[in-house]
């Protein structure tokens, strides 16, 4: 099972699962975090420091080494741009993906790092996402850029600490932090077109605005087995079976092109454990595994692959409906 990071509640707000799949619980119960505190106070004050210093790994997307502590840490909010970037502009409520290192302040204990796992976190910038003071230093951020932050107790995990990370509640946290890449709901992949030559299948719309992907069903009975095709080829790491997904999707029903559920237009994201969808929807996992991170990839799915005798209620899909999805493969993690 991969490890969740210590930062994140147990549901990132504003996400959306596909219909009859629940709740992502692909987690580990020991691996389970407890809730950030979540503040409604105004922002607090930032300060430049005191911050101590990177002593190793000191280029972007390199694990760091920090120094101890030194004195007293501020009360406040301290947040240093190491490493400026030039890429999109952070907002609150958008969807991160970053390396970090975390370290209490005092002591210099190392209590989470992502570059280890080689999987870098993938998080909402939300309230009741991830501790305040991340939310606080991250938005206005540029992607590319490396940020050193301390975090007071009441802007991480307050007076109750986190014992899991051994996190007392009077401890300042210390993060080093690589932003890699920013998703919001106007979000698409944005790989090569690929040729759809084959009249048989749907033909799927090539626009990167984040606007819902035209879907044209062919007037003729739908495939057998299932069919995954890259509409739009990215070229970044292939998903594995055991990895969760951030996406843009919708899905169709063969029979009559009816959208059942969709994100592109909604103002949200989708997030969603492969695994678990082995139990929804298999199709939809056995067709994405293996699939490019920012490529855009149709799905044709026959019925006992998808729903089968068990669609979900009140909607287009009945039983025995071939499904019909696009999805916009934005991160994985």
Do not use: H
């Not at 035209?214 to 790491?237: A, C, F, N, Q, R």
Request: hydrophobic share 35%; aromatic share 6%; with cysteine.
């Amino acid at each position: 099972m991969r490890r969740r990071s210590l930062l994140l509640a147990a549901v990132p707000a504003g996400l959306v699962t596909l219909a009859g799949c629940g709740d992502d619980k692909s987690d580990s119960s020991k691996s389970a975090s407890p809730s950030p505190s979540v503040s409604s106070a105004p922002p607090p004050k930032i300060v430049d420091g005191p911050l101590p210093g990177i002593t190793a790994g000191k280029e972007f997307g390199e694990k760091p080494t920090v120094a101890k502590g030194s004195g007293d840490p501020s009360k406040f909010l301290a947040v240093r741009t190491v490493i400026a970037g030039s890429g999109r502009t952070v907002a609150e409520n958008d969807f991160i993906r970053a390396d970090y290192l975390g370290q209490i302040w005092d002591s210099g204990k190392v209590f989470d790092n992502s570059y280890d796992r080689k999987r870098p976190l993938v998080m909402q910038l939300a309230r009741g996402s991830l501790i305040d003071g991340w939310l606080y230093a991250l938005q206005g951020r540029k992607t590319g850029s490396r940020l050193e932050i301390s975090v007071p107790p009441d802007l991480g995990y307050g007076k109750g600490g986190n014992a899991q990370a051994g996190i007392k509640g009077t401890d300042t946290l210390v993060f080093v932090i690589d932003l890699i890449e920013a998703f919001n709901s106007k979000s698409s992949a944005k790989g090569t077109p690929v040729p759809q030559d084959d009249a048989a299948l749907p033909k799927v719309g090539t626009n990167t605005d984040g606007s819902v992907p035209k879907v044209t069903i062919p007037k003729t009975d739908p495939p057998k087995k299932l069919v995954s095709e890259y509409v739009l080829e990215g070229d970044g790491p292939e998903l594995k079976a055991d990895q969760a997904v951030l996406c843009q999707f919708q899905g169709l029903v063969w029979d009559g092109g009816k959208t059942f559920q969709r994100t592109y237009g909604s103002g949200r994201l989708s997030q969603f454990s492969l695994e678990q969808m082995k139990e929804a929807v298999k199709g939809l996992a056995q067709g994405l595994t293996g699939k490019k991170v920012g490529s855009r990839v149709l799905l044709v799915i026959p019925p006992e692959l998808g729903y089968g005798d068990n669609p979900p209620s009140g909607g287009p899909v009945k039983k025995g409906s071939t499904l019909v999805f696009t999805v916009d493969i934005l991160a994985a993690m």
